[in-house]
Structures are given as C-alpha cells and as structure tokens.
C-alpha cells in the first residue's frame, strides 16, 4: 500500500509555470508505475500523464503533451509534474495516483488503486 501527497498548485498567469509534487509513502512505490489526473468541478477526472515505474517510459496527454513533463525519484519516493507555457484551461485539481497492476502504467483511471488528496492548480488569463 502507498499513500500520496500532492504539493505544489497555486494562483499563476497565463505562459507561466508550476512544479507539481506527490510525496509517496511506503516501499512499494519504485514499482508502481505512477500518473497524473486533473478535475474540473462538474466534469469527470481526466488523464494528464503517465510515467513506468523505471521512469524509463512516459505518455502524455495530446492537451498537454510539449508543455508538460512527468518524472519521478524512485530513491526519494516522489513523482513531479513540470507544468509550462500554462493555458487557463489548464485550471484544475491535479491528483497523483499509483497503478500496482502495469508496469508502464494505462490512462483508465480505473488502472490506479491509489490517490492523493489533490492540489489546486490556477492559471489566470
């Protein structure tokens, strides 16, 4: 079992940038592949990316893919997400999320057994 932490989110302009962070309990965590999901109040989570629990393998989002970059430090227990040339649709909850079951991770939020608690993310235009 893991248990996650996000950090990070906050108020920031349109073009701007932010450093997610998802703090992992537990030493399970180098073998989870791990991602990332976001919330729109009234609308379902959606995918943002993915990373394998080598961190040798990512997949992103079309919306967000060039812009954003997933990694993770299996020796510090964290996963990060490195958010620029940030879009006000880009506003959202951002949670992380453990998958134990595939070693380079799926885009089913349904694949993830574990969730962070989630941090707000702002971009003003």
């Known amino acids: 079992q893991v248990q996650l932490v996000e950090s990070g989110g906050g108020l920031v302009q349109a073009g701007g940038s932010l450093r997610l962070s998802c703090a992992a309990s537990g030493r399970a965590f180098s073998s989870y592949a791990m991602g990332w999901f976001r919330q729109v109040p009234g609308k379902e989570r959606e995918f943002v990316a993915v990373?394998?629990?080598?961190?040798?393998?990512?997949y992103y989002a079309s919306s967000v893919k060039g812009r954003f970059t997933i990694s993770r430090d299996n020796t510090k227990n964290m996963l990060y997400l490195q958010m620029n040339s940030l879009k006000p649709e880009d506003t959202a909850v951002y949670y992380c999320?453990?998958?134990?079951?595939?070693?380079?991770?799926?885009?089913?939020?349904?694949?993830?057994?574990?969730w962070g608690q989630g941090t707000q993310v702002t971009v003003s235009s």
């Open positions: 990373i394998s629990w080598s961190g040798g393998s990512t």
């Open positions: 999320a453990a998958d134990p079951w595939h070693d380079y991770g799926v885009t089913d939020e349904g694949g993830f057994d574990y």
